[in-house]
């Protein structure tokens, strides 16, 4: 029996591999960086061959750091960058542009244009508000600026896929065209309650429907890998969204469980069942990873979370380390009056607004960094609040517990901020991969690797709960303040 499941976590910045053994437990883990390409303002790409060179990489890393045969591992599940669009060549593999990035919004005024007449309607297919951010203006985008490429695609000659299905299209040498639910809702072409590419929506953006892959449940039969790629054929048994692979990694499975991902942004979700929740607040409607038919997760998305102490660290020199952060704000009793709003490209969920941009406030003689990076990180939790309350309003619920992941829930004091802010159980798993773990779970089960949910239950270990204690003035108070520094940041003047 082979002992190892490998989970290829394809991210913005990086490609990870991490294996897992029967316990869901890691053993073994390689990350490989590559550029970020910025041809002009607003304008983000990645260069396709790093992304499948980096991804192989980290896999031969991750076999070298455990000492562990190809022979071992049974599975592949891949996790990957959602709404990123690739488009090739499905003679000779050659992609006909750089991958246009999900950050980059070269493609605004298209949807401007869209969105006039048809917001309604999108909305109503798919569940996302009409914006650059998802993969569809971005291949018309493609089609209409590289010389060719229209004409080759209504030919057939062409293929799209968000970066799964390049990668899996990749290492099955050609044989797999291929994606998943989770990741097909994020492209704006696809019908999340008929559960198949919408014709219309395909001729409004301008794409040729045979262009698009073939859509299957998160786990299935994704193909082997070529030997001449990594070596042996392994069988690929799942593709899945990064965010939907983190909801199913907590295993969020029913309805009401919500997770919240702190990395560079916040990605919450809360799996709403065989309901897709028509939101009244600014948040998305998305399919969710499955063995089967997918279910429906309501999302928030916060564009600035951990990236603020990035900034911190690199922007303003306040810290040497992202972890020296949690010390420095201990060190004040409170931040003295001080908000930070990191709208550093705009506001996400619940307010979208891409025009404003970010603000400290409060600042007196007295203030020091510590308050100001007390005040950073108190910001992340706020964020998350404001969409917490966001889909209770919608749902007509009380969120009374938050699972949480990504760098920085490694945060303690970030942490028990957000369960003061919520008034709600804050839940840190024993393994926080938690985007790797969900792709080896759907790889193990549809495999068999493992056999059942209940026994995936069984091994994930003791979580650290962090309880709510914040007196409820307190707490009041700092949100009365959360909202007038808000205020402030999405204040304008006709000038
Ligand atoms: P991503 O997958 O988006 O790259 P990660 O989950 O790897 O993000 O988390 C990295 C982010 O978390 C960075 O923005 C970093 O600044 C932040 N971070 C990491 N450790 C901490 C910490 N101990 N406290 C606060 N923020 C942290």
Request: hydrophobic share 40%; with cysteine; net charge negative.
């Amino acid at each position: 029996m082979k002992k190892y499941i490998a989970a290829l976590d394809q991210g913005t910045t990086s490609s990870r591999t991490i294996l897992f053994d029967r316990k869901g437990q890691i053993v073994a883990k390689a990350m490989q960086e590559f550029p970020q390409v910025y041809p002009k303002p607003g304008w983000v790409e990645h260069d396709p061959r790093d992304i499948v060179e980096s991804q192989i990489e980290s896999f031969r890393k991750a076999l070298l750091a455990g000492g562990i045969s190809l022979q071992d591992i049974c599975a592949i599940g891949v996790a990957n960058q959602r709404e990123t669009v690739v488009v090739w060549d499905r003679f000779t593999g050659k992609p006909v542009y750089n991958a246009i990035v999900w950050q980059c919004r070269r493609t605004s005024a298209i949807c401007e244009r869209i969105k006039e007449k048809h917001a309604e309607m999108i909305y109503q297919r798919t569940g996302l508000p009409v914006d650059a951010y998802f993969s569809a203006s971005k291949i018309q985008w493609i089609l209409d600026n590289v010389p060719f490429a229209r004409r080759r695609a209504e030919k057939g000659d062409l293929f799209f896929g968000t970066i799964d299905t390049y990668l899996i299209w990749r290492l099955t040498g050609g044989k797999t065209f291929a994606t998943d639910y989770s990741n097909a809702s994020r492209t704006m072409l696809f019908n999340i309650h008929t559960l198949q590419w919408d014709e219309e929506l395909c001729a409004l953006f301008n794409v040729p429907r045979g262009m698009l892959p073939k859509v299957m449940p998160s786990g299935a039969d994704y193909g082997k890998t070529d030997p001449s790629i990594l070596g042996a054929e392994i069988p690929i048994c799942a593709a899945v969204g990064d965010q939907q692979s983190a909801l199913f990694g907590q295993l969020c499975v029913k309805p009401g469980d919500v997770k919240n991902t702190y990395g560079t942004g916040c990605f919450l979700l809360m799996n709403t069942g065989d309901q897709p929740i028509c939101s009244q607040n600014g948040l998305i409607t998305t399919l969710t990873a499955s063995l089967k038919k997918p279910d429906y997760a309501l999302e928030g998305s916060v564009f600035v979370a951990g990236a603020v102490v990035q900034w911190l660290r690199d922007g303003l020199g306040f810290l040497s380390t992202a972890a020296e952060s949690e010390a420095l704000a201990l060190s004040v009793e409170d931040t003295d009056g001080v908000s930070v709003v990191p709208a550093f490209v705009g506001l996400g969920a619940p307010h979208w607004d891409s025009e404003c941009r970010g603000l400290i406030s409060g600042i007196t003689r007295g203030t020091t960094r510590a308050h100001i990076v007390r005040a950073a990180l108190e910001s992340v939790a706020l964020q998350t609040f404001d969409v917490v309350h966001a889909m209770e309003q919608d749902l007509h619920v009380n969120i009374s517990r938050l699972c949480v992941d990504g760098g920085a829930s490694a945060n303690q004091f970030l942490m028990q901020f957000q369960a003061d802010i919520l008034g709600a159980e804050v839940l840190r798993p024993k393994v926080m991969e938690t985007t790797a773990l969900g792709a080896a779970y759907l790889a193990g089960l549809y495999c068999g690797y493992f056999s059942s949910l209940e026994e995936l239950c069984g091994n994930v270990g003791q979580a650290t709960v962090f309880f709510p204690h914040m007196e409820e003035a307190f707490r009041a108070e700092k949100l009365r303040r959360w909202e007038e520094a808000l205020n402030r940041t999405m204040y304008r003047t006709e000038l």
